[in-house]
């Protein structure tokens, strides 16, 4: 006779058990497989937040070792230039140069005149000003280490304060911006990367890149034609024709750049009052002097052309105003002169400054037309 | 895709207060949205901007110091004063001072107040004294930049760049005599070439080019640096038309450059900062060091050297005066003081208001410029006309100044109204510059260099008159009814070269027996054959209102006689070549 095994009946109720999860398991795999529901998972973009978060951490901490760097070697070029700094490139034509000049390269800090049989010692530098120069020469300095950093960092972005012995606070007046993107890019250290390589522009591309506000302002900076650290704003006429000319630029095999374009009557303002590092208004407290480097902008468009958002500062990408030399000047002026369907030209170059081109029927442009040149006072 | 609206706004606060900010948008990439930040920031260093104060402080404390102590060498003075207590302002010399030299100089043209002025400065020896490198070729290049600036930038051996400075001058022109004052001729860029030799600088190259229907052309420049100054900017000369510009006033208005001396220095303060410095292209931890300038008005010019007098041969109240031309930029002119008191310890302020002591001022604009002259010996070629000096040819005319360039000196002919031969002079000399500065001759001064000093610039001196009166003319003879002579010749009122005749004291009268032959002119052969009377021109009975002069030779037997009549001065000065007759 057949006993019955009673732990065997046991196994055996497992082994269902077991058999039926399986069932089920493989059920629900197949049963749903080939199904996205999701790209991501939960917490996803609040990661890329993060990441961003993150960004903006090293761009702050780039921005807090750069300002120690340019402390320290704002200093030093300072004493070397006898706590003097030299405006050299201004808006009007006028060099704000010191006024005392310079001996073998020294900036001259008395003068002794003979009149009248006796000596007088002619005070010429005020060490008051040393501040504001260092300000001036940090801004410099600063630039410099920010237009490196592959992010893009707003440049003469700063109102300063001194504190003594020797603290510097850089108040930013625009903020950083960093892109959240849906998935983390990895950072490209490539030095191929960095190449200036003329590239023809993608339309549709430089739609996404650009924004355009309602009063017909297009917003292009942080574009490839707009100078790293740099603001770049322009009229929408004007920035086609900018188009254009890059066009022309790169059948060349170049590339063009922008470093200043629109400014707002705000920010001449600004300038006019020596708000910004030049401290135009310490400098020149006389305004019929001060006329003489920055323009007031009480003037309007006319006399400030900058305010019309017609108005270029441009050069070759890769260079800067002291290291283009003439053959380049002559290149960018044949550039952005070159005639349009029209056959008008699509900008005319102020004569005394190689770097300045207006556009889109501003005063100087229709007076040029009318002369028939491409390069007008 | 999916639409992602209104995430939210993440706020954080760090140590510098700065606010975070996200802000989505609709996107149809991979960008969700955008994070900003306002990257402000705070920076500190141990160092202090009072350095500027306390350095400004010590400077002008010596300055202060060596002018009011009426430093000889006031340059001298500063250094010595900002150099002492541990301190050490000396800059090092570089080679870019070679640019400075001339940029500097260069801007002080364009910066003259007025305008058609004629710039003139060459090279010095600004610190450029590299002993280990006796010999260098540098060359300074100038184009246009943007307006209105142009750049300089300093080559060595056409290739490594030493230098760059800008320059506010408009831009490049260049320019003829003709039209300097008119067009401008537009130039693309000028080189310079100088060649340093044991710290000695030559430029031996100064060019231009410019295009020309658009082919490069190239003109020579004047290697002196003689740059016009017009309205327009500054013009650099054509070296063709060079000795136009040359010339003096009132032509020319010739400013030599620099008018004021500069003093750098290079203040080292021991404290330290972490720097890149172009020098050596490196960043690293480096000493701050406070570059700055003074300037001072140029030292009045150094005293004349190898002063001496001489007498005029054969002329009248002159002399002549030779001294070493001096090489020191903006003598104007030079000063000769001459009294018959001595002033050699008189102060320059007093001399100048003491009426007794005579001044002469001589312009050294354009001197006449000669190879050799013996200043010993002249002669007669022909008379009525001044002695000309041997080896030159020609006379030495008066209150001129001539350059013997061989000798590096100056010889001036000097004829005052108040100068007068026979008289014991003290003369002295000094160098003038533009703004009428000369040695103060303050002996009260320690160790003041610029005084006066026999035999340098100071000596005694009395002219010689040994002019002759010129030779006696229409020299005829008249027979008395008693059978007398009487002779009859001209007043004589010029001197032998042509001048005036003031001295006139007598007349000789030579005769001798004479055997045949008619009225014979000979030349001069008065000797001891000849009997001589001596006659007062009172004895000749002729005077400024009456031109004719006459003597009865009562001492003449019958016969025939051969007579010469010379007129002699005060000096007895008498020319040889008499007038004779027979």
Known sequence: ?377 | MIPVMLVGIITFVNNNSITGNVVAEQSDNEKIGTYSVMPSFRAKIDYSLQDYSDLKIKLKTAIDKCFASKQQDVKDCIRTETNKDGYNWNCNEKDSDVLYDFTDKLKECINLENENYVCRFSFDSRGFLNTEKPKRNFEIKLTNWYYPRIKAELFEDDDILLGTEFIEAGKLFYTDYENKDKESKNLDSITIKINYEDGIPVVTDSHATFKDKNIDRTVGLSKIFLIYKSKEGIKFIDERFESSFRGPEPANTIIDLPRMQGIDFCAKTGKKVTAYDASDGKVKEREIVYKFAIMLPNPVPAPVELFDAKDNLKAENSALLAWGKDSQAGIKSYSVYYSTKDFIDVEMSDIKKDNDIKKVSILINNPIEIEKVDLDKCEFNPTNEPCKYKNYGNPLLKNKLYYIKPENKFVYVLSDVDFKDETDYNIAITAVNDKNEEIDNDNSIKDNKNIFDIGKNYLWFSSNDDLPPAKIINLKKETGSDGKIKLLWDLPTKNLDGTDLSDLKGFNIYYRKYLVGPFVIASSNIDSSFSKKEIRVSDAGCSSSQPQCGYEMEELASGQYFISVAAFDDKNNEFKDTAQLT
């Open chain 1, 1 to 377: 006779m057949l006993r019955r095994n009673k732990k065997g009946i046991g196994l055996e109720w497992y082994m269902l058990i077991v058999a039926v999860f399986i069932g089920f398991t493989t059920f629900f795999v197949y049963h749903f497989s080939g199904q996205k529901i999701m790209d991501n998972f939960i917490g996803d973009y609040q990661f890329s937040i993060l990441r961003s978060v993150q960004e903006s951490e090293k761009t702050l901490f780039y921005v807090d070792q750069s300002a120690q760097y340019s402390l320290e070697q704002s200093v030093y070029d300072l004493a070397n230039s006898g706590g003097v700094s030299e405006i050299e490139i201004s808006d009007e034509e006028n060099f704000a140069g010191y006024e005392c000049g310079k001996y073998n390269d020294a900036y001259v800090w008395y003068q002794v005149i003979k009149k009248d049989g006796k000596y007088d010692a002619q005070e010429c530098f005020d060490e008051k000003s040393a501040e504001t120069n260092l300000a001036y020469t940090f801004n410099r300095n600063l630039d410099n280490y920010l237009v490196s950093y592959p992010g893009n960092i707003p440049t003469d972005n700063y109102k300063y304060e001194f504190k003594n012995n020797l603290e510097i606070i850089g108040l930013a007046a625009l903020p950083v911006y960093i892109n959240i993107f849906k998935k983390e890019i990895p950072e490209d250290f490539s030095t191929e990367a960095r190449e200036i390589k003329p590239k023809p522009l993608d339309a549709k591309q430089l739609d996404k890149d650009t924004t355009k506000n309602s009063e017909g302002f297009r917003d292009f900076t942080g574009t490839d034609l707009c100078a790293k650290g740099s603001r770049c704003v322009l009229k929408e006429n004007a920035f086609q024709q900018l188009v254009k000319a890059q066009d022309a630029a790169v059948k060349k095999g170049i590339s063009l750049e922008v470093y200043s374009a629109y400014r707002s009557s705000e920010q001449q303002q600004a300038l006019w009052n020596g708000d910004t590092p030049e401290k135009y208004a310490d400098r020149y407290k006389d305004p019929t002097v001060r006329i003489k480097y920055v323009c007031d902008p009480k003037g309007g468009e006319i006399k400030c052309p900058h305010l019309s958002g017609n108005v270029v500062d441009i050069r070759l990408k890769g260079k800067t105003t002291k290291t283009m030399n003439s053959a380049e000047w002559n290149i960018l002026y044949s550039i952005m002169t070159s005639a349009d369907s029209n056959k008008q030209p699509l900008w005319v170059k102020y004569s005394n400054e190689p770097w300045h081109f207006e556009c889109c029927n501003t005063p100087r442009y229709s007076r040029a037309i009318e002369k028939g040149v491409t390069s007008i006072v």
